[in-house]
């Protein structure tokens, strides 16, 4: 089944503990994106990758880092996460068609 | 800046009323466009494409208007599980390309 997998899709964590959301598609996409959603504030973008070794900034990129080393995967990594990090992520790919398949989301709390 | 602008609502329509969202974009490079369907702290899932000879799919019509930089999206007989948020997304070029989200339109479809 073609999907967008992100991990962990719930977490719990203290300001400055580092943690890295995963984020795997499947169906051999070039592009791939996060996204954080807050209330009131839509979806703003975080890193984007048109390809494999190609990443770049999205609108609020701060406090957050990403790779891409392999077309599958898009792992956004946040060093030191602080409070104002709290927030639902999402993950996803698009083969340039314009149709981005998201994965289902992680709800991330930093205490 | 690329933007994507739009009303944010709510809209509140009774059953069976029709309603129509429009979407401006800053970004005159702009190549492809598109409507996707938000349902409360879920994964957006895309609703339909925009051509530029407009385009429609059951109770939904999508039009583009390049020369204004705006595209709509009119729903007829509306249906309470057409309660959702609306978002607009414009895919535009850069060195690759890149996609865009507008805020997106609060819709709730009352009884």
């Given amino acids: 089944e073609a999907q967008v997998t992100q991990n962990p ?62 077309k599958r995967n898009f792992p956004l990594i946040l060093e030191s996460p602080s409070p104002n990090q709290t927030s639902l992520y999402f993950c996803a790919s698009s083969p340039y068609t314009g149709e981005l398949f998201f994965g289902e989301g992680s709800r991330l709390t930093v205490l | 800046r690329k933007e994507v602008e739009q009303d ?10 029709t309603v129509a969202f429009n979407c401006t974009y800053s970004n005159s490079a ?29 109770r939904f019509t999508a ?7 705006y595209i709509s999206l009119l729903i007829r007989d509306s249906k309470l599980s057409d309660s959702a948020t ?7 070029p850069n060195y ?5 989200f507008g805020p997106g339109t609060r819709l709730s479809v009352l009884p």
């Fill in chain 2, 96 to 100: 690759g390309q890149n996609f865009v």
């Fill in chain 1, 9 to 70: 899709r719930y977490l719990i964590t203290v300001t400055g503990k580092k943690l890295t959301v995963t984020c795997s598609q499947n169906m051999n996409h070039e592009y791939m994106s996060w996204y954080r959603q807050d209330p009131g504030l839509g979806l703003r973008q975080i890193y984007y990758s048109m390809n494999v070794e190609v990443t770049d900034k999205g609108d609020v990129p701060e406090g957050y880092k990403v790779s891409r080393k392999e």
């Fill in chain 2, 8 to 17: 944010p609502g709510p809209f509140n329509v009774p059953e069976g009323a």
């Fill in chain 2, 30 to 58: 702009s190549q492809s466009f598109f409507w996707y369907r938000q349902d409360c702290r879920k994964e957006p899932k895309l609703l339909m494409s925009v051509y530029s000879s407009g385009n429609e799919d059951g």
């Fill in chain 2, 86 to 92: 609306y978002l607009c997304v414009v895919n535009e």
């Fill in chain 2, 63 to 69: 039009q583009l208007n390049r020369a204004s930089q």
